[in-house]
């Protein structure tokens, strides 16, 4: 019996795809070495080759701000056996940067941030640095998720917050990912057997009350330290906010396209004459 | 003929209220000696009272970066007569919040930033310092538009930025704008006369192509400086980029909810057994 040459490629191609592992990038906000990011890699190591590219020191906080008026390191580092681990110098944005263009050389299969220590849920996403990685991972056209459990505590038990990773990153590699779109995915803190599920949500309208603790330094000289209370005023069920006071897992599509299209028409009223 | 108390307590409102003129906060992500703030605080002392807030250094590219790790200063300075202008040590999101929380103690009626020296058309808006200000004026409920010239050089003509500054900040005195809604106004640099008008647009789908030139230091380390290459494949004529293009000045109405609603359908189908 012949068998065809394209078949034999096609059975070929088929099982060169099935044993090569899907490329994971690591990044988060709250620096390498982060109890969080090393809950993140454990889990990932699992389901693909692991590169972490992270930030050297504490980066919470700084939204999508990227490096243009200064210099970028990169440093190897050692995370743990088997996996690739580099500090950058920058921003996570820039990490993610640097890591596509410098490091990898390719774009990977999946980019993870996080697991953070703290909440990204509502608008903690737009300075949420964390979240700033996922959605420039988005932005590179790579199916991209960040992770933030819901305890500032830098020794946090992080294991319900891996299994929750496990099972996103495993839909996003099974499923993909809708263009231009990545997931925001907060975990509550609760024991696991109170944990009531995963939730797919929209972000809630849920604001910070700023205020500022104004000290003077020793020399007199006044300076401050922002602080707020978190106010949350949307009681739509179909929140991030909800299902996270509700025990869930919240997971919030996200995307940077901040067009407000229901503001055109009124704009379009608008007089113009130069 | 008597006149009764609550009519002319009524007229008297209507009187105040006439000659009361807006209080404006201005704010950049270039400096508070840069050109372009001082091209934008003269238009608006033309409108209402101005209070000037902004960074002591070149922020761009800061994005919603906030220091929360950080302490913060607060420094006046001498910019214009009659014009109250103080320095920040922080971010342009920071400058929002320390001017309505600790300068103005009160929400501005108008919130003006720029006019930056380049473009924040598109993809840019992520990363934008300059419209990261405006944006958080829209999270704190106040109307807010950021303004950007497509001309990077520190001495440029910002003659007709300046006009397009004045009819768009009239309008939104006027007009007002939607609830959480701000605008990202961009100037395309061409001598007035050949300026076509102003269009209502959405962002583009345009982004940067990165790059990094990789240098060594005298000790012979690496390090990089970020470059990259802006690509635009979104031939809408209904983008910004477009208008820009064709020498109309865009204008966007951005919001901070970056729910991604076409991708929850999607997400409803996924397998989530915990």
């Known amino acids: 019996m012949e068998i065809p040459v394209a078949f034999c490629l096609l059975l070929f191609l088929c099982a060169m795809s099935k044993t090569k592992r899907p490329l994971i990038l690591v990044t988060n906000d709250d620096g390498i070495f982060a109890k969080g990011i090393r ?12 590169v972490v590219v992270a930030p050297d020191k ?3 906080g700084m939204g999508h701000a990227v490096t243009i008026n200064g210099i970028l390191r990169l440093n190897p580092v050692h995370l743990m056996d088997g996996v690739k681990a580099i500090s950058c ?13 410098k490091v990898l050389h390719r774009k990977p299969d999946l980019l993870v941030s996080g697991i953070n220590h703290g909440a990204n849920s509502s608008i903690n996403v737009i300075y949420s640095g964390t979240m700033s990685a996922a959605l420039e991972g988005a932005v590179e056209g790579i199916p991209s998720a960040g992770f933030s459990y819901l305890d500032h505590a830098s020794d946090g038990d992080f294991e319900t917050s891996k299994n929750v990773a496990r099972i996103i990153a495993k839909n996003i590699l099974t499923n993909s990912l809708a263009e231009g779109v990545c997931l925001n995915v907060n975990i509550p803190k609760c024991v696991s057997k109170d944990l ?14 700023d205020d500022f603790d104004h000290r003077k330094d020793p020399g007199g000289k ?22 996270l006071e509700n025990n869930y897992v919240s997971v919030v599509p ?5 067009t407000a ?12 004459a130069l």
Chains 1, 2 share one sequence.
């Open 89 to 101: 110098s920058g921003t996570p944005v820039d990490c993610v940067k640097l890591a596509i263009y």
């Open 58 to 60: 504490p980066q919470s």
């Open 196 to 209: 009531q599920g995963i939730k797919i949500c929209r972000q809630a309208k849920a604001f910070w009350k």
């Open 254 to 258: 996200v995307h940077y396209d901040l």
């Open 222 to 243: 006044d300076y401050y330290w922002l602080t707020g209370e978190f106010q949350n005023s949307d009681k739509g069920e179909d929140t991030d906010e909800f299902a």
């Open 261 to 272: 299209y229901h503001a055109l028409p009124q704009l379009q009223q608008w007089e113009f």
């Open 39 to 50: 809950s993140l890699v454990e889990v990932m190591t699992e389901l693909g080759e692991v």
